[in-house]
T-cell receptor
Framework: EAQVTQNPRYLITVTGKKLTVTCSQN?????MSWYRQDPGLGLRQIYY???????DKGDVPEGYKVSRKEKRNFPLILESPSPNQTSLYFC??????????????FGNGTRLTVT | AQSVTQLGSHVSVSEGALVLLRCNYS??????LFWYVQYPNQGLQLLLK??????LVKGINGFEAEFKKSETSFHLTKPSAHMSDAAEYFC?????????????FGTGTRLTIIP
């Protein structure tokens, strides 16, 4: 089954304790992206990757890191989480096209709480 | 730069009634427009898209949307609401000369269906 898999689904942590949220897709997609969803703000892009070893900042990259060492995986790293990073996070992937006509496939989300 | 405005963060309709979710966009170049739906505890999935072909676009589950350049709108409609339509709906815009890396989401509209 074609899917984007995120782990964990739920995570509660404390300020400053490094964490990684994993994302893996099995559709051979070149493009992958991370979003955070907050009430009243919709989805905001954190980082994206056009292909292996190619990453770029989205609209809200502060406090996050990513890496793209393999095509299928795109982990999101919070090296020193803070309470304002409490949010619902989504990973998404698609084929890379010159125009936005390849639909994004989303994971089921990771709900992160930082205390 | 581009943006979308979704009027009404919450919309309630009776089962069998017309569904109308409003989306207005702003874009400095011809846009591609999308509606994504998010069911509870799931990621987003594509409902329909406008990519400069027909201005009336039909999507899954009986939804459709009409691109109106003069009104800068892309409202989502369904003639008869079903209980299974209860979800959050996101309008999104991308400049037509870019891929998904420039996709911008609205703040979402939560649709409630009254039995």
């Amino acid at each position: 089954e074609a899917q984007v898999t995120q782990n964990p689904r739920y995570l509660i942590t404390v300020t400053g304790k490094k964490l990684t949220v994993t994302c893996s897709q099995n559709m051979n997609h070149e493009y992958m992206s991370w979003y955070r969803q907050d009430p009243g703000l919709g989805l905001r892009q954190i980082y994206y990757s056009m292909n292996v070893e190619v990453t770029d900042k989205g609209d809200v990259p502060e406090g996050y890191k990513v890496s793209r060492k393999e095509k299928r995986n795109f982990p999101l790293i919070l090296e020193s989480p803070s309470p304002n990073q409490t949010s619902l996070y989504f990973c998404a992937s698609s084929f890379r096209t010159a125009r936005a006509n390849s639909p994004l496939h989303f994971g089921n989300g990771t709900r992160l709480t930082v205390t | 730069a581009q943006s979308v405005t979704q009027l009404g963060s919450h919309v309630s309709v009776s089962e069998g009634a017309l569904v109308l979710l409003r989306c207005n966009y702003s874009s400095s170049v011809p846009p591609y427009l999308f509606w994504y739906v998010q069911y509870p505890n799931q990621g987003l999935q594509l409902l329909l898209k406008y990519t400069s072909a027909a201005t009336l676009v039909k999507g899954i589950n009986g939804f459709e949307a009409e691109f109106k350049k003069s009104e800068t709108s892309f409202h989502l409609t369904k003639p008869s609401a079903h209980m299974s339509d209860a979800a959050e709906y996101f309008c999104a815009v991308s400049p037509s000369n870019f891929g998904n890396e420039k996709l911008t989401f609205g703040t979402g509209t939560r649709l409630t269906i009254i039995p």
